[in-house]
């Protein structure tokens, strides 16, 4: 019965580590695309204010140009339409990169939790209501919570309960 045990604690001790790598791993990637976001921002900003520059001396060069140099009216309307096509493209890829930065740092923070506090036997609404008002919300928050601390902020609920809950929520996530 002992080694049952111990193999449970070990199975949870893996998970714990795994989920911290995993973790560990989803922050790096997150930081990763916060920088190249930012990164492309600042290419987005550089080339929107070069097409802006590129559009006023465009805007100047037709102005001064003699009526008889057609080809080189053409070469530059030319060149004005890339470059609208690029800003227009540009605004494009702002907007991508925003919804996928969004959607992205979504996903990782609001995951959904399996269970929920009232999975677990003793947790009520009331109570459930108690416990997130000390940003307790998921099972493993309550897990990872100081028993002590925590009952000493809630009234009319104690340690010994607080202990009871955590161990009907580790036998609820062991299933």
Known sequence: MQINERNKLR???DQIE???RTQGE????INVLRNENTTLRLT???QKTLIKKLRQELEISRQELPENIKILKDIIVSQ???IIRKDEENEVLRELVYKFTNAFENSITNKEPQYLLTDIKG????IEAKLKKTNIHTIQDLLDCDSKATASKIKGIGEVSINKWKKSARQILSK
Request: hydrophobic share 30%; net charge negative.
């Open 11 to 13: 199975s949870l001790i």
């Open 18 to 20: 795994s989920e911290i």
């Open 26 to 29: 989803l922050e790096q990637s």
């Open 44 to 46: 987005i900003d550089e």
């Open 80 to 82: 004005r339409r890339e």
């Open 123 to 126: 947790i009520g609404q009331k």
